[in-house]
């Protein structure tokens, strides 16, 4: 590159630098909007059921059946209510007072003592199929430990045809937290770096100063690094801003590389970055620029990308379409390098999509841009 043209990059460069800081919304999306989005999301989104009233229904209120009761009590996510009959119960659930029902009949105990096969109805409320289903593994989980600690105080082996000793590898307190940060992270940044190319960009084309570039010496080369460049360096200060926020407030941790993160962190970023570019280039309008880059980036990678949605639960049409979505690669990347550490067998090929849909992006931009005012 010649010398009068890297002067010209840097008069470019110094330009944008000066321009995001006199207009403080560069800086307000870039570090605040990631850092409120997160505190929304992730103190705000859960899939863990926690806390879930359950109506406990028992005929026969004896010793036996007021341990079961007991184990409820001391589970951390259930608040029990003791209610008088089925009747009630049934009124309880339907009116949303109570998630589930746990019914003990008259017969528990003496079926339990003389047989050993006691039935215990649970009604779920499955208005919301997903909390339904995790109720429901919680009250069997309750039942099982109480009848590991019946078998152990009545002195004798617990007599069940098969025992099932489960090991939750990568995410072993379970906590849907350390699956939605990173995940919303992804989403975040597809918005920020959409958001921080498009608005600006398209600000220029209204207040004219594009035009003003378009008659100076500079090559549309040199104007889109120098708006690539900035641009760049600020979403990936807001991605290590997001990162620490997840590692130190949100404790999720990090298994994996710093340097892996932060790697496809700016191939995915670049790809948001010239999404952005082929938005305001085409568009020209700060309106329509910022209506543009939600509907066409975030909603996709809100939506698509697998971090809330499972992909394998998709019709096949809309999987196919994941596959368009640059936050489906990053997600994957972001899941793994947290919970599971450098597991080159996912990072490699999902890194390899990314640079790909960065290129092709940043590609469709450049040829959108035309120096003519026109």
Same mark, same amino acid.
């Not at 994957?332 to 550490?341: C, D, E, W």
């Given at each position: 590159?010649?010398?009068?043209s890297?002067m010209r990059?840097r008069g470019?460069?110094?330009?944008?630098?000066?321009?995001i800081l006199?207009?403080p919304?560069? =800086?307000?999306i870039?570090?605040?909007?990631?850092?409120l989005? /997160?505190? /929304?999301?992730g103190y705000?989104?859960?899939?863990?059921?926690r806390?879930?009233?359950v109506?406990?229904?028992?005929?026969?209120?004896?010793?036996?059946?007021?341990?079961?009761?007991?184990?409820?009590?001391?589970s951390?996510?259930f608040?029990p209510?003791?209610?008088?009959s089925?009747?009630e119960?049934e009124?309880?659930i339907?009116?949303?007072?109570v998630?589930a029902?746990?019914w /003990?009949?008259?017969d528990?105990?003496?079926r #339990?003592?003389?047989?050993g096969d006691a039935p =215990?109805?649970l009604?779920?409320n499955g208005?919301?199929?997903n909390?339904?289903r995790?109720v429901?593994?919680?009250v069997q989980?309750?039942w099982?430990d109480w009848?590991?600690?019946?078998?152990?105080?009545?002195?004798?082996?617990?007599a %069940?045809?098969?025992?099932?000793?489960?090991r939750?590898w990568?995410?072993p307190?379970?906590?849907?937290?350390d699956?939605?940060v990173?995940g919303?992270m992804a989403?975040i940044?597809?918005?920020v770096?959409?958001?921080?190319t498009?608005m600006? &960009?398209a600000?220029e084309?209204?207040r004219?100063?594009?035009?003003?570039?378009m008659?100076?010496?500079?090559?549309?080369t040199?104007?889109f690094?120098?708006k690539?460049?900035p641009?760049?360096?600020?979403?990936?200060g807001g991605?290590?801003l997001?990162?620490?926020?997840?590692?130190?407030?949100?404790a999720?941790?990090?298994?994996g590389?710093? %340097?892996v993160l932060m790697a496809?962190?700016a191939?995915? #970023?670049? *790809?948001a #970055?010239g999404?952005?570019?082929l938005?305001?280039t085409?568009?020209r309008?700060?309106f &329509?620029?910022g209506?543009?880059a939600i509907?066409?980036?975030y909603l996709p990678?809100?939506? /698509?990308s697998?971090?809330v949605f499972d992909i394998g639960?998709m019709p096949w049409g809309?999987r196919?379409?994941?596959?368009?979505?640059?936050?489906?690669?990053?997600v994957? =990347?972001?899941?793994? &390098?947290?919970?599971?550490?450098d597991v080159?067998?996912? =990072?490699?090929?999902?890194?390899?999509?990314l640079l790909?849909? *960065?290129?092709?992006f940043?590609?469709l931009?450049?040829?959108?841009?035309?120096?003519r005012?026109?």
């Open positions: 590159m010649r010398r009068s890297l990059l470019l460069l110094r330009k944008e630098w000066l321009q006199r207009d919304s560069s =800086i307000s870039a570090f605040v909007l990631p850092t989005l /997160l505190f /929304l999301f705000g989104v859960t899939l863990d059921a806390n879930e009233p109506g406990l229904v028992v005929d026969n209120p004896d010793s036996t059946a007021q341990s079961v009761v007991a184990a409820f009590y001391q951390p996510y608040v209510v003791q209610l008088a089925i009747q119960a009124d309880a339907a009116d949303h007072r998630s029902i746990l /003990l009949r008259n528990f105990s003496r #339990l003592l003389a047989r =215990i109805e009604i779920v208005t919301d199929a909390t339904a995790i429901e593994g919680y989980s309750v099982s009848l590991v600690k019946l078998a152990r105080i009545n002195g004798r082996p617990l %069940v045809p098969l025992l099932v000793e489960p939750i990568f995410n307190s379970a906590r849907s937290r699956y939605l990173p919303l989403s940044m597809t918005l770096g959409a958001l921080l498009a600006v &960009v600000r084309w209204e004219g100063t594009m035009e003003a570039l008659v100076t010496p500079v090559s549309l040199d104007i690094l120098g690539l460049v641009y760049f360096l600020l979403g990936m991605m290590a997001s990162a620490g926020l997840a590692y130190w407030l949100f999720v941790p990090l298994r590389s710093g %340097v496809a962190s191939l995915f #970023l670049l *790809a #970055l999404m952005g570019l938005i305001s085409v568009t309008d700060q &329509v620029a209506q543009v509907i066409a980036t990678a809100f939506m /698509l697998g971090f639960s809309i196919f379409a994941t596959y368009l979505v640059a936050a489906r690669y990053f994957s =990347i972001l899941q793994t &390098v947290f919970l599971a550490g080159w067998a996912v =990072i490699l090929p999902n890194g390899a999509a790909a849909m *960065a290129m092709l940043l590609t931009a450049r040829l959108a841009s035309r120096k005012l026109e």
